[in-house]
């Protein structure tokens, strides 16, 4: 299993909801999403859990520009993208 970590900035204190997510839906390998909000700081952690790094890699070639249109939509800044082979999971 592998997983994508997008980390994202805002303005502290708006409002995020459900709407705010980054989940691919129908791709191929996609496996399930996290997302993390220190309402606080404004800062946010996108987890995305693939089933193969190849799956991975494809979902990031072909969403890389979706991620910055809809994270300039919600008033976020990209921090990084980051992967990583998961080692334990429940």
Same mark, same amino acid.
Do not use: Q, S
């Given at each position: 299993?592998?997983?994508r970590v997008t980390t994202l900035q805002r303005q502290p204190g708006v409002k995020a909801d459900a709407s705010d997510a980054i989940a691919p839906g129908h791709s191929?390998?996609?496996l399930g999403a996290y997302q993390l909000l220190d309402r606080a700081t404004g800062k946010r /952690?996108? &987890?995305t859990l693939w089933e193969s790094e190849?799956?991975?890699v494809k979902s990031g070639e072909s969403s890389a520009g979706t991620r910055a249109q809809n994270a300039a =939509? =919600?008033?976020e800044? &990209? /921090?990084s993208v980051e992967q990583?082979? /998961?080692i334990l999971h429940p």
């Open positions: 299993m592998h997983a191929a390998g996609f /952690v996108a &987890i190849e799956a991975m =939509r =919600r008033g800044e &990209i /921090v990583f082979e /998961v």
